[in-house]
Structure formats: C-alpha cells, structure tokens
C-alpha cells in the first residue's frame, strides 16, 4: 500500500526566506504526486502535480517541487515565502488508474515578520 | 478551470436531525466525487467514493447507513448524514476528478458542521 510521509509538523520561516516543505513516499511504482494547501477553514487548493517527465514541476504561488526516485522524496520549495502562504500544507500520492489519494499528516507554515 | 463548490459553507443542527450537504463541479462533468472528513488539526480521511449512477464504495469503518451519498448526475453529489450525533460534528469535504485526468482531485471548500 502507498504511504505519505511528511516529517514536520510544523514550519517557522521568516517572511522573504526561503522554504522547504519535506516529503517522501511510499510506493512501488512510479507514483502520481501532489501538494496541496489548506489555508484555515477552506478546502484543498492544488500548488502543483508530477506523473512523469521532467522531474521539478513548477506550480502556481511561485512554488516548486522536485522528484527524486532515488530518495522517494518530492520536496516542496518556494525562493521567498510571503505572509500569505502560513498555511497548512498535504503532500499527497496517487497512482496511474486508481483515483484515490493517499494524504500526509499535513506541515502548517507559520510566517514571521 | 476546475472549480467545485459545495453548500453549506457551514450549519448548524440538533442531534437526531439529518442534514445534506452539497458538492457541484462547476465547469466540468465529474465521473467521480469524493467525500472527506477533516478533523481540528489533522489530514484528510476519505469516508466514500461516489461514482455518477451507481452506489457509492465506503471506506473501511464508515458507516454508510448513517452517511448517505448520492451522485444523481456528472455535476452533483450529496452526503447526507443522517440522525446525526455531537461526535459527527466535523469538516467534510468533497472533491472532484475531471474525465481527463482523472488522477487529479479538485477540492471543494469544504462544510462545517456542528451537532449541538
């Protein structure tokens, strides 16, 4: 069975540093990868997907990710981290045919002045 | 593209009393809907899949008789969670998969529900 793992609970970045978000997975196969963000009260907005190619994927909000089967890892990186992005953050891992999701823990972003 | 919405945002009811909640997909034809429960400060649980015309598939330990889903058409599903109880008081959230790209969910903005 697939798995997500997200390690950290919780992020503190000082607004216009950098971020990365942590996340390895759990699969035999090529897996289908997502983040999404929670922002309070809201539902899921999708950041951005890999399912093959060119393995760092650009997404919306200025955020990134890049997939590395060698470490079953797909990070989440954005150069400079603005207020609005505290947030709550789900890596997520689908496969090729299967509609399902399987979600991590979820990392809340805290952003500092 | 891609938007799903749901209603309501948010309500309020007496135990016993059963409420719907409705998931559209907005710009696109659904074939599969989602339902999730959310609680404080956790992930996702995917309660059920519902599939246009045919009977929701639940997952392990969700009680179907007490959350009832109905995917009439491509652009609208419903749970309805019935004779509810304080402990079913939660954020449920649905989401959508368009006909292409089917691996993509689309999330609603999810419903509060509160069961005094």
């Known amino acids: 069975a697939q798995s997500v793992t997200q390690p950290d609970i919780h992020i503190t970045v000082s607004e216009g540093a950098s971020l990365e978000l942590r996340c390895n997975y759990s699969?035999?196969?090529?897996?289908?990868l997502f983040w999404y963000v929670q922002s309070p009260g809201q539902g899921l907005q999708l950041l951005l997907k890999?399912?093959?190619?060119?393995?760092l994927v650009q997404g919306i909000k200025g955020f990134e990710a890049e997939f590395k089967r060698s470490q079953s890892s797909f990070n989440l990186r954005k150069p400079s981290v603005h207020w609005s992005d505290a947030a709550e953050y789900f890596c997520?891992?689908?496969?090729?045919?299967?509609?399902?999701?399987?979600f991590g823990t979820g990392t809340r972003l805290t952003i500092i002045p | 593209g891609a938007v799903v919405s749901q209603h309501p945002s948010w309500v309020i009811c007496k135990s016993g009393t059963s409420v719907k909640i409705e998931c559209r997909s907005l710009?696109?034809?659904?074939?599969?809907m989602f339902w999730y429960r959310q609680f404080p400060k956790q992930s996702l649980m995917l309660m059920a899949t519902?599939?246009?015309?045919?009977?929701?598939?639940?997952e392990q330990g969700v009680e179907k008789d007490k959350f009832l889903i109905n995917h009439a058409s491509l652009t609208l599903s419903t749970l309805t969670v019935t004779s509810a109880h304080p402990e079913d008081s939660s954020f449920y959230i649905c989401?959508?998969?368009?006909?292409?790209?089917?691996?993509?969910?689309?999330f609603g903005p999810g419903t509060r529900l509160l069961v005094l």
């Open positions: 997520a891992v689908g496969t090729f045919g299967n509609e399902k999701l399987t």
């Open positions: 699969y035999g196969a090529t897996p289908y």
């Open positions: 989401s959508a998969t368009p006909p292409t790209g089917q691996e993509t969910q689309y």
């Open positions: 890999y399912f093959s190619g060119d393995t």
């Open positions: 519902s599939n246009e015309g045919s009977k929701a598939t639940y």
């Open positions: 710009d696109f034809q659904a074939t599969t």
